[in-house]
């Protein structure tokens, strides 16, 4: 999946002329926390976010507050280092820079030109798309060896109890790396007797391991 896929088209920016003012008005009327800031071209030059807004602003605990600070232009509060992305940049790999950097925004740019937008927000949404944890289906984890046509074995397995797979995840054991484990999302909310299944072909089912479900 690529970000053009799941970023938010419809973009609010403003100019680095414009003030704090504008960008507090603008934040509070889209209720939305990050705006990028673009020249009179259009192109990206910074990006702002409620706490930079935050930051700028008068306390309200401040008994001389200095209100004309809001007139200041946003290129005086602005971040112009910006991270940005492709529309054609995969989502996992903007998902490492969302964990690597800590940020919670990120502007799609195509052109010098901002062209989208893809939050942390959208970033969850689509784990959870991409994992089918929203549709009514069965978590099964299996661990099997880290060697080639465990996962076809596996959904071979699946496939003689007619059950719809509506997502695969595969991470390596945290304690062996000779082993994986292979997380299926299965349409059916009764995985007994598949899960059956798997552990009489000799493997490990780590998930579901409850009463009701035959070890």
């Not at 971040?79 to 903007?94: M, N």
């Not at 978590?139 to 003689?160: F, M, P, Y």
Request: with cysteine; charged share 20%.
């Amino acid at each position: 999946m690529v970000i053009e896929e799941i970023m938010n088209q419809n973009v609010f920016s403003l100019e680095e002329n414009q003030t704090i003012a504008d960008a507090i008005k603008m934040m509070r009327e889209k209720n939305i926390r990050h705006l990028p800031i673009v020249n009179s071209e259009g192109e990206l030059t910074g990006i702002i976010s409620d706490r930079d807004i935050k930051d700028a602003s008068p306390s309200i605990l401040d008994s001389n507050p200095n209100k004309d600070v809001l007139q200041s232009p946003l290129s005086s509060i602005m971040k112009k280092d910006v991270i940005t992305a492709h529309p054609l940049d995969f989502v996992e790999e903007i998902s490492t820079i969302f964990y690597e950097q800590r940020i919670s925004s990120i502007p799609i740019v195509e052109n010098r030109k901002v062209i989208g937008m893809v939050t942390e927000t959208d970033m969850l949404h689509t784990l959870i798309l991409l994992t089918g944890a929203h549709q009514p289906s069965s978590h099964i984890e299996v661990q099997v060896e880290n060697v080639s046509g465990q996962l076809a074995d596996i959904t071979q397995i699946i496939k003689k109890r007619n059950f719809n797979i509506i997502s695969v995840l595969v991470y390596p054991c945290s304690h062996n790396e000779k082993f994986k484990n292979i997380v299926f999302r299965i349409q059916t909310m009764n995985p007994t007797s598949v899960v059956n299944d798997i552990k009489n072909e000799g493997y490990e089912v780590l998930w579901p391991n409850m009463p009701g479900v035959q070890k």
